[in-house]
């Protein structure tokens, strides 16, 4: 025994002659009183099992982050909710159309420069024609594609390709994960001042992006040894969630919701197997003691064959003397399949941040208000998702392509017009948007906001995805110049039920008579500049 041991034995053994607990029992008391105040932290018989590991987040990687790629990617094809969880990124995120940008350089005389902003969207509109470097993908196509992969594999490698090869001196080079492999790890070396290899991206001190290290080609059966390459930080886009500090590397976004989807589909199965046995009906003839011969015609071998058997609605047999026929009718309750399946695929839901009316095509019990309580919130973690591909992806491919593409002489903005410091902050990216759930009563709603001064047609306009100037005011010109010169009345432009009619004396209810109250409650009556009037917003007076 160490004397350290025989100190404490000593030291306990004196402390119970004086009535109160040794060293090691007030500090167990304390470290359970401690323990108790988080019961998460409590180790019991209901959490026994929940043993997890404190490792860093690129230490949990390491080892779950290949089979986790692997494993969605299954979902990716046999899963039907993951499929459709993928396509409602691709329309909800990019749209059919793809994320538009629309230039709005000033001219520095409090207008816009048209023929820059005209030049420079012409230029991105070709370039987006064809931006990979094996030219088959528009940017539609490949911002498509990119969003599900990001659900899928967690992330997306797009090395920025320069060369004159290309018609605006830019491409892209989709990186499959693969190739980036996470096992390839090196230790930072202080007598060398070498940088760290954390999952094959190399970061220097303060974890900033130095490289990214890749396979060359894609590993073979056979194949004994693959090359790496480094491809710089600046000529990459590392696209991915992190979920926490310091993550080097991206898990897929189904990662919470690959056990139910599993769950999901062994419950499916296991319902079409018990559907299919309690659907077959069978049994067996029984003979006693006082049963003769098997009954049958006798064939050439002198065995006799059996008569077979039919089953056909109404038919009444007779069994032969001492046989019997014992049935087999396996019965399944269904009543409970539908209520737990639709339990899953909440739970499902709830993991991706989408509605369950969404992802399962399947109104259930909502009424008006709570489907439309989570369309709104749905749309808003489309916005989310929006707004950070846009910040990650389509700002910095566009601006590689404001270095590149006067370089080959397609885009001449004038001196100093090129520069993406001058450039990016006039630049809007039109993400797509909604209709509006109840067209009515939001243009109504929409309507009174803009005439109260709490809101703007552009506003207004833009959260259906649209361009207000491009499909709004243009198409709006054109209809009316068709109409002057076809000699037609210009149809009235005035919104049923907001606001006061033409004359600005009384409201009329749907039916065309006049409400007493519509008149009472009406606004006032300003005079305006041109001398006609105009009511008055409430909110002003």
């Known amino acids: 025994m160490r004397p350290s041991d025989l100190l404490v034995r000593v030291e306990g053994a004196f402390d119970s002659l004086r009535g109160r607990g040794s060293r090691f029992d007030i500090a167990r008391t304390r470290q359970m009183e401690m323990r108790a105040a988080y019961t998460g932290a409590l180790f019991n018989r209901l959490n026994s099992d929940w043993i997890v590991m404190p490792l860093q987040s690129d230490q949990e990687l390491i080892t779950d982050l290949k089979l986790l790629r692997t494993r969605t990617r299954d979902l990716g094809r046999n899963n039907p909710f993951a499929v459709k ?42 370039f987006s024609d064809s931006v990979t470097t094996d030219g088959r993908s528009s940017l539609v196509d490949y911002c498509q594609m990119a969003v599900q992969s990001l659900a899928q594999d967690g992330e ?7 060369g004159r090869q290309y018609e605006y001196g830019l491409a892209i080079n989709t990186v499959d994960p693969d190739l980036v492999d996470e096992l390839y790890n090196v230790a930072r070396n202080e007598w ?9 991206i190399e970061v220097d001190n303060e974890m900033r992006r130095v490289a990214y290290h890749c396979y060359r080609e894609p590993s073979v059966y056979g194949q004994l040894s693959r090359q790496r390459y480094a491809i710089p930080a600046d000529a990459m886009i590392h696209l991915g969630r992190a979920r926490r500090i310091n993550q080097t590397r991206y898990v897929p976004w189904f990662h919470p919701v690959m056990g139910a989807m599993k769950e999901l589909d062994g419950l499916g199965e296991a319902e079409l197997v018990a559907s299919r046995l309690a659907a077959s009906k069978m049994g067996w003839i029984q003979m006693d003691e006082s049963a003769g011969p098997m009954p049958g015609e006798i064939n050439s071998t002198g065995s006799r064959t059996p008569i077979p058997m039919e089953a056909t609605p109404g038919s009444i047999s007779i069994m032969p003397k001492g046989y019997s026929f014992q049935g087999w009718d396996p019965q399944h309750p269904t009543t409970a399949f539908a209520s737990f399946h639709a339990a899953i695929i909440r739970k499902i839901a709830a993991g991706l941040g989408v509605s369950y009316t969404s992802l399962a095509n399947d109104p259930g019990d909502a009424n008006y208000s709570s489907s439309r309580t989570a369309l709104q919130m749905e749309q808003r973690f489309w916005r989310k998702l929006q707004q950070f591909f846009v910040r990650k992806f389509m700002v910095d491919l566009f601006r590689e392509f404001l270095r590149t593409a006067p370089l080959t002489g397609n885009l001449d903005l004038g001196f100093g017009m ?11 990216w039109e993400t797509p948007g ?19 001064n709490l809101d703007s047609p552009q506003r207004v306009v833009g959260a259906r995805g649209l361009d207000f100037e491009r499909d709004i005011i243009n198409p709006k010109k054109e209809a009316q110049r068709l109409i002057s010169e076809a000699g037609l009345d210009p149809a009235p432009t005035a919104a049923p039920g907001v606001g006061s009619p033409a004359n600005g004396d009384t409201q009329t209810d749907p039916k065309g008579a006049v409400s007493a109250d519509s008149a009472k409650d009406a606004p006032p009556v300003a005079p305006s500049r041109n001398g006609t009037a105009k009511p008055k917003s409430r909110i002003a007076a």
């Open 434 to 452: 909604w209709e509006w759930i109840d067209p009515k009563n939001d243009v109504e709603a929409a309507v009174l906001a803009i005439q109260n």
């Open 85 to 126: 969880f993928m396509q409602m990124l691709e329309d909800n995120v990019i749209g059919p159309t793809g994320i538009g940008m629309r230039a709005q350089l000033p001219d520095g005389q409090g207008g816009l420069a048209t023929t820059q902003n005209r030049k420079l969207m012409d230029a991105w509109a070709f």
């Open 418 to 428: 090129s520069d993406p410091k001058k450039v990016l902050p006039f630049i809007a």
């Open 156 to 162: 997306i490698f797009a090395e920025k390709r320069i």
């Open 192 to 200: 060398n001042s070498s940088n760290e290899v954390r999952l094959s």
